[in-house]
């Protein structure tokens, strides 16, 4: 009887142990909204198909939302959250505080090695420092960057170059409005702050211009930022008298419905229906590029989320296997076809199917390659709002391209004083 005992009690054990082995996961993460959310989902759901036992709470937040969760967790050391998005512009934050899990300790505990086909501008803002040489903190969620669209047809009517550069842009902007009826021959996005300011980056840095010199002193009155100023305000005279208060809907809408000849400044969410005749009326019609070129080469804006562990979480294992699941080809591939969701590896911009669906990614790989990050600083967001406030006053003529700028550049010097 008691040997009876002692095998049921050595059985119930080892049930026990078999039960323990598969306990289950809850991993919480602290994600985005919208599209970027629903591709977080179809990743999140086709992980759970494999494992199990690993659950999920997925937060759809917005992204200052977003920013402020993680933000006061992280700081408090709670451990709530196993997995974070972060804005790019605001990643040294997390990577300086030291907030955020060692992901070469991981990936070299776990066995494995990162996969060299992610583009190596995106990858680099993963690291602190940012370059090849600093240490893995993130890895990129989605492959954003800014892009060019245009009128290929229009182009192809009046007998217009493929913009190279700028000055090309400005001239088919000029031609486009003048002979094309009901067509604006700009269109971009002129409310103050970071809308205004995102259409201008990519001119601002081809021109020559920067945000700060070597020293990290604020540069924006150089003689080069002028001049793509006052380029910018001559190229918005091609465009509808509500620049000033155009934001995202009306860039978008106005691509989509054919009234305008040239977006200087498209993202990847705005345009996935350019080609679908349902959605679009210049279906097959409109060229999705990088940006054009001036003084120095095109200068995409990065605009990458990255995702990353904290290093409070609790369940950091499960964590890491689940970030290298989502960052995976096979499962960016997935995000792509699913949720239209831009990847950051080489292979997936080459992929056939992806192909097939979106033609025009293989400018989002020109595009990451070309990309220029903003500034790696802690202020970015004020100065942000500052000099899109100010680039706005000169578009409406409340300042000149230098007035603006020399002001610009004043109110940026005291914010870095901080």
């Known amino acids: 009887m008691v040997k009876k005992i002692t095998m049921l009690l050595v059985s119930l054990c080892l049930m026990l142990s078999g039960v323990a082995a598969q306990k289950q996961v809850r991993l919480v993460i602290a994600g985005r909204d919208g599209d970027y959310g629903n591709a977080m989902q179809v990743a999140v759901d086709a992980y759970m198909a494999k494992n199990p036992n690993v659950k999920f709470d997925v937060l759809q937040l917005s992204g200052d939302d977003v920013y402020q969760k993680t933000v006061i967790d992280l700081k408090s050391g709670t451990g709530t959250y196993d997995l974070i998005l972060i804005d790019d512009p605001r990643v040294l934050q997390y990577q300086q505080a030291g907030w955020l899990a060692d992901l070469d300790a991981m990936f070299k505990k776990a066995g494995k090695t990162v996969d060299p086909g992610f583009i190596s501008t995106v990858m680099d803002l993963c690291r602190y420092p940012s370059n090849a040489k600093g240490k893995l903190y993130s890895l990129p969620f989605v492959g954003n960057v800014s892009l060019f669209a245009y009128r290929a047809d229009l182009f192809a009517k009046y007998k217009l170059p493929a913009p190279e550069t700028w000055d090309d842009v400005l001239a088919a902007a000029k031609t486009i409005s003048e002979k094309e009826p009901g067509v ?3 269109s971009f996005r002129g409310v103050k702050g970071n809308p ?10 081809s021109f020559g211009a920067d945000f700060l010199d070597a020293s990290g002193k604020p540069t924006v009155n150089s003689p080069e930022a002028v001049k793509a100023l006052k380029f910018f305000l001559e190229l918005a005279k091609y465009g509808p008298k509500s620049t000033p208060m155009n934001n995202t809907a009306q860039v978008r809408d106005g691509l989509l419905a054919g009234t305008v000849g040239i977006a200087p400044e498209v993202w990847p969410a705005w345009i996935g229906k350019i080609d679908d005749p349902n959605e ?3 279906a097959g019609k409109v060229k999705i590029t990088k940006h054009p070129a001036e003084v120095k080469k095109s ?13 409070a979480s609790k369940n950091k294992d499960a964590a890491f296997d689940f ?4 960052t995976s080809k096979e499962t960016q591939k997935l995000m792509v076809l699913k949720a239209g969701l831009p990847p950051s590896l080489v292979s997936v911009f080459e992929d056939k199917e ?4 979106y033609p025009w990614y293989p400018a989002i790989r020109d ?4 990309g220029v990050a903003r500034p790696r600083t802690l202020y970015w967001a004020e100065m942000e709002n500052t000099m899109g406030a100010l680039v706005q006053e000169a578009l409406i003529g409340q300042k000149t391209p230098e007035q603006a700028l020399n002001e610009a550049n004043a109110k940026l010097t005291e914010i870095l004083k901080q």
């Open 196 to 205: 205004i300011l995102t259409a201008f980056l990519p001119i601002f840095w």
């Open 367 to 370: 595009a990451l390659e070309s």
């Open 184 to 186: 604006e021959g700009v």
């Open 280 to 282: 679009s009326r210049v």
């Open 323 to 326: 970030l290298t699941f989502l």
């Open 299 to 311: 200068s995409p804006m990065i605009g990458i989320w990255h995702i990353a562990i904290p290093a």
């Open 354 to 357: 992806v192909l097939a669906k």
